[in-house]
């Protein structure tokens, strides 16, 4: 198998090349050049920004299915449908439960992918989607509108993964290890009065969840989490079992709040993945060991 992945850097995209490599398929990294791709990997440097670039990066590569990890704009999204048209015949789009940002409520059921309806969301091309703070400032809109464009767009099949907030590995973002290191300094950690429980997922688990879908044959999106919830006092409670030092909470209603505590429910139905064969772990099995990693 031939599989082409947007970005794999850092972080889960890295763990999933390793992940579709040591399964023996062809994988092509395609990224701007940061990080060095793992040994037996083809790499291809290009902005994938850049329509032309990316065209004379791939040259006449054509591939069984491309994996998108660094999709966060319907622009993005329509310069791949342009690219990869006759390419590939499966598109796999890396997405997030933060397409359901303001479907939450408190107290609410687990959301199911129909929640937000690809086929039917609207797209505005018009929008500074170029500009990056405007993009990190509407992460989840642009999430739910690359969705969009790829599902009504695209000359291939197209499977969204909506992946839960991801824990473990060499996590980029610091959110966790904010966490850790304000329990271990018996610092006070900001919290909601009543946090919303959240869906999590572990690191190597989604990297295996991506290979999974890149061989799998569904279209449409697909929520990816680890069975059970936490809120951000239950995280806290985690940690100090860990460290063995009881946590402090700063409990308000103004902000801000630390990265995980939550007014809204994050929690995802995985009804969907499972109906195609696919087991999650639970959280309880690896939150331990993802805490003592983030110790350092």
């Known amino acids: 198998m031939d599989v082409c992945v947007i970005g794999g850097s850092r972080h889960f995209g890295r763990r999933l090349v390793e992940e579709l490599a040591d399964a023996g398929a062809a994988v092509t990294v395609v990224n701007r050049g940061s990080t060095p791709a793992p040994p037996g990997v083809t790499h291809l440097c290009a902005d ?109 099949d197209v499977a969204a993964v909506r992946t839960a907030h991801v824990l473990g590995g060499a996590d980029f973002t610091g959110r966790l290890a904010h966490y850790v290191e304000r329990v271990e300094r018996s610092l006070p950690v900001a919290v909601h009065a009543a946090p919303q429980p959240a869906s999590f997922v572990h690191e190597p688990e989604i990297a295996r969840f991506l290979a999974w879908a890149a061989t799998a044959d569904f279209t449409g999106p697909v929520n990816a989490a680890s069975h059970g919830t936490l809120d951000a006092r239950e995280l806290c409670a985690a940690i ?22 939550f007014d809204r429910c994050y929690t995802m139905d995985t009804g969907r993945a499972a109906g195609l064969g696919f087991r999650f772990s639970s959280v309880s099995d690896w939150l331990p060991l993802v805490v003592e990693e983030a110790r350092g």
């Open 48 to 156: 994938r920004d850049d329509e032309a670039a990316l065209r004379v990066a791939l040259a006449d590569r054509c591939f069984d299915v491309v994996v998108d990890q660094v999709c966060y704009s319907p622009l993005q999204a329509a310069v791949a449908a342009r690219v990869f048209a006759g390419r590939t015949r499966r598109y796999v789009l890396t997405s997030t439960v933060e397409v359901y940002a303001e479907l939450g409520r408190p107290g609410g059921a687990a959301l199911t992918e129909e929640a937000v309806d690809p086929s039917a969301w609207p797209v505005d091309l018009e929008l500074p989607w170029e500009d990056e703070r405007f993009r990190a400032d509407h992460y989840g809109e642009g999430k739910r509108q690359a969705e969009a464009l790829l599902t009504r767009q695209a000359p291939f």
């Open 240 to 261: 100090g079992s860990v460290t063995g030092i009881e946590p402090t909470l700063h409990v308000g209603t103004d902000g801000p709040h630390s990265p995980f505590s």
